[in-house]
Structures are given as C-alpha cells and as structure tokens.
C-alpha cells in the first residue's frame, strides 16, 4: 500500500492537469488510467484525432477547390485512407507520450488500472489499496445511448469508431447536428462521402447565436452536406455493412427511412462513473446523473472532489482543465477559481465557429439592454487573399456601460480569435477598449477590432 496527498481518477485533460498542478504545488500526487495511453478521450478518441482528421480533409478541400485559382496546377491528390489513419495515429502517440512525459517530469505516479473508491480516503486498483488524504474524481463523459439504436462501432458508430472506419463510406447517415455531427460530418463530406445530418430540432448547434446558426447551416450546405430538420431518429437497423435509420418528421408525425454505410450517432454524451461505486460511499447526484459539487468541486463527501464531464456543466476539455488547476489549489489549500461566465466553445469545421458569454437571445430573454457591432470577413483583407472571406465577428455589449458581454464568430481562426474577447471580458473591458486597441494588418483579428468598431462609432472598412 502507498500513501498520497492525492489520487486522481482518470487522465483526461481535467485529470492530468490537475495532477500536473497537485505535484507543482508540492503534493504527492498520482493518477489511475485504466487505458494503455494517458491522456483521455480528448487526446485518444476525441478532440486530437479528429482534429488531424479535419486538418488533412481541409488540405485536400484547399488542393481540390483553391490550387489552380492560385496557379498551382497538377493533379489533385488522392487519399490514402490507410496512410491519413497512420498520420492520425502518430498525432495521438506523440500527445499522449507527451503526458507521460510531463507526469515522468512532476514525479507523478500512473497507477495503472481501473479504479474503485471502496471508502473516503481508500483507491483500489487491482487488487492494491492505496491511501489518498484527498480523492479527485475525472471520470469524464461517454456517448449517450439513443433508444432504439444499436452501436456496433462498424456499421452504427460513436465518436469512437467513426474515427477508425476501415473504408471511406458512401453514404453516411449523422444523427444530431451538434459539434460531433457537424465536425465529422465535414471530415467525411470532404473525403467524398454523401452525408446527411438528421436534426431534431429546426436550428443546428443547439444554444448558439441564431445568426451563427443559420449562417453556419447554409456554408454546410454548400459544402455538400445535406440537413433534415426537425426530424426524431426512431431506430436503426443494421446489417454487416449496411444500415436503415427511421425518423419521424416533427411537423406531420410522417416516418420515413434512409440508407447509409455507416450511421454517426452523435445525441450528446453522458457522465462516466461505473465502477466507482458512489452510491454506496454516499456521494449524492444531480438528476441528470452527475456528481453534485460544491463550489470547491467537493462532493458531498468530505475529501472526494469531481471535476470535467462528469460535473455540471459544458463538456468541454479546457473546462475541465481549469477546473483540474482549480480544484488543485483548493487540495492544496489555496484558492481556486473558476469563472463560467467565460468559457469559449469552439467547432472546429471550415470555417470555425466559435462563442464565449451571451446570445442575444439569451440577452432578450433577460431582459437587458445591449447592442451589436458585426463585422463581415469580406472587409477584412487577409480573409480574402486566402478564400475566407465568409463569416462574420459580432461582439454584443451592454447597450449602457459599453462593457462587452458576449462574441460570436463564424470565420477563418475563429477558435484562436475568440480568445482576445475572453481576455477583454475577464478584465471587464469595454468594446471601445478592444476598438483602440491596435490590431496588426493584415490579420484575421482586424475584424474582431472592427465588430468592436461597429459597437461605436463605426467600422472602416464596411
Ligand atoms: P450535442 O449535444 O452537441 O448535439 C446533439 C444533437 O443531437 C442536438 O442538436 C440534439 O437536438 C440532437 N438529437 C438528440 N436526439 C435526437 C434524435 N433522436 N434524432 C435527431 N436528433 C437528435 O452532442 P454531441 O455533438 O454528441 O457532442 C457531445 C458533447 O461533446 C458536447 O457537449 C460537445 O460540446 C462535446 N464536444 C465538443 C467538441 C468541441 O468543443 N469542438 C468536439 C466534440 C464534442
């Protein structure tokens, strides 16, 4: 048996920052992964494959649509399933051996192993008990379960096995038009697969700005991927390589079948705790299934603590890994702090969408006065010069104080440039502020100063 300040369960970005931080802060500190890689879903099947994924589709989009207006002429490559699956493979080995890496670097033990918490205090891996005087639980998230369909991970896939199909489909059905949908749904899109997105509700991306939404769908749209709105997928039925999806359309209760190769089930994730035995140690739930925290991410267990997916809130990894480092300084008996009013979400398609604080919507529904500066990436030069000229910056203030509430961007880097909002609303900072703020040119982030422009006295180049 072995002692530790503190042990935390699962490797994911909130597990792993927060035992980089613990053991930065003096702790003695170790983390249990039962996989044979650190690192979680994000970095194994989740946000880091599949971002090699959309980065590779999007160089043969480039080579396919924009080569030969630049006069680069030839033939257009051809895709080499097996060698873009190899160079998706060496993105995930060379992150996660970069964790392992740091946990070496901090003098982290990885206990190897599913863990259970047989009591407050207690770890057991295997058949090994380990003392912990404090427990953080990162157990994450897993595909939910949609009834009626059946995942085999071939022909009816997750997140998990669409990133490993042994073949380019033809035809590709994508239930829920969410952040998985749309992100795999252009990866297939590109590599010439006929896909069709089956939505639910009338608007894709549920809870972003309408604008964004529809402005989104119809970029899709012409990228080829084709929508059916307003539609509840009732089941599937699947064959060794084929499969039939029935959905209802909302407005006339009408039932109606497709046929795909292969069928994404992508209806949002739920929170992973099997195995932990919480129930029995106590710890209370919220009724949507996840560990209740306190504002210090502590159970209702003295000395257990939960953070990331499986915790209230966006299924985020960089929301886990400010609550890892949070919920760190709190173990450690500092201060923690983590402000939800600032979490940028981003979809990584071409162009990107991304999105920090309130709607206008949300604003409306509130009640409170405000105002909108937009900027199209049609006045912004850069943009043009390299065919991303669609999209648009909206940055919403406080119709009074001029204090800046919330962006929306649809564009070229729109996940990197949502950043300076961040920072401009964690400083309180005013449109005007980011307006008299010097942006070089050409960049992208001249539009961002030029929606803050609009939120006053005007933009220069609309
Ligand atoms: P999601 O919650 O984003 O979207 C699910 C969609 O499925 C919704 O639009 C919903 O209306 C629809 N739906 C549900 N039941 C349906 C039915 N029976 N028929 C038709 N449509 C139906 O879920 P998603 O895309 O699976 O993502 C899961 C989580 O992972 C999210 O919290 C997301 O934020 C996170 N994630 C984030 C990424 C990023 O930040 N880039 C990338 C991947 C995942």
């Not at 480039?62 to 033939?75: D, Q």
């Not at 639980?137 to 042994?166: C, Q």
């Not at 983590?338 to 979490?343: K, L, P, Q, T």
Request: proline share 3%; net charge negative.
């Amino acid at each position: 048996m072995s002692s530790y300040d503190v042990i935390i369960i699962g490797s994911g970005p909130g597990g792993y920052v927060s035992a980089i931080r613990c053991a930065q802060l003096g702790l003695k500190t170790a983390c249990v992964e039962g996989r044979d890689t650190l690192g979680g879903t994000c970095l194994n099947v989740g946000c880091i494959p599949s971002k090699a994924l959309l980065h590779a589709t999007h160089m043969l989009h480039e080579a396919e649509h924009n080569f030969g207006e630049m006069g680069l002429k030839g033939k257009s490559p051809s895709v080499d399933w097996n060698q873009m699956q190899a160079y998706k493979q060496n993105t995930i080995d060379t992150n996660t051996k970069g964790i392992e890496f740091l946990f070496k670097k901090n003098k982290i033990d990885w206990i190897k192993g599913w863990a259970t918490i047989p009591e407050a205090g207690k770890v057991k891996v295997g058949d090994d008990i380990h003392e912990a005087k404090n427990i953080i639980i990162a157990t994450g998230s897993e595909p939910a379960s949609l009834p009626g369909v059946e995942v085999d991970e071939k022909v009816v896939v997750t997140s998990t096995g669409v990133l490993s199909l042994n073949k380019v489909p033809k035809k590709m059905v994508v239930i829920g038009a969410g952040v998985i949908g749309l992100e795999i749904g252009s990866v297939y899109a590109r590599l010439g697969s006929d896909v069709t997105v089956v939505e639910y509700l009338d608007a894709i991306t549920p809870g972003m700005d309408a604008e964004v939404q529809k402005n989104f769908m119809r970029i899709l749209k012409k990228q080829g991927i084709n929508f059916i709105m307003g539609a509840a997928v009732q089941g599937t039925e699947a064959s060794k390589s084929k499969a039939k999806v029935t959905y209802k359309l909302r407005k006339d209760e009408s039932e109606h079948t497709l046929d795909a190769d292969v069928v994404l089930v992508s209806t949002g994730r739920k929170p992973f705790h099997d195995g932990l035995d919480l129930n029995g140690l106590g710890v209370e739930m919220t009724k949507r299934g996840q560990i209740a925290v306190n504002d210090h991410w502590e159970t209702s267990v003295k000395g257990i603590y939960a953070i990331g997916d499986v915790i209230e809130g966006p299924m985020l990894a960089h929301k886990a890994e400010d609550e890892g480092m949070a919920v760190a300084a709190v173990v450690a008996g500092k201060h923690g702090h983590v402000n939800y009013g600032v979490i940028p979400g981003v979809i990584y398609t071409h162009p990107e969408v991304a999105n920090v604080g309130m709607t206008e919507e949300q604003l409306k529904e509130a009640g409170r006065a405000y105002k909108v500066g937009k900027f199209s990436f049609m006045g912004n030069a850069r943009a043009k010069a390299v065919f991303a000229g669609e999209g648009f910056v909206k940055i919403i203030a406080d119709k009074d104080t001029d204090r800046v509430l919330g962006a929306h961007i649809i564009g070229p880097a729109a996940g990197d440039l949502i950043h300076e909002v961040c920072v401009a609303m964690e400083f309180g900072a005013s449109a005007e502020d980011l307006a008299m703020t010097c942006h070089a040119h050409p960049t992208y982030s001249e539009a961002v100063r030029e929606a803050a422009l609009a939120c006053g006295d005007g933009p220069i180049h609309m």
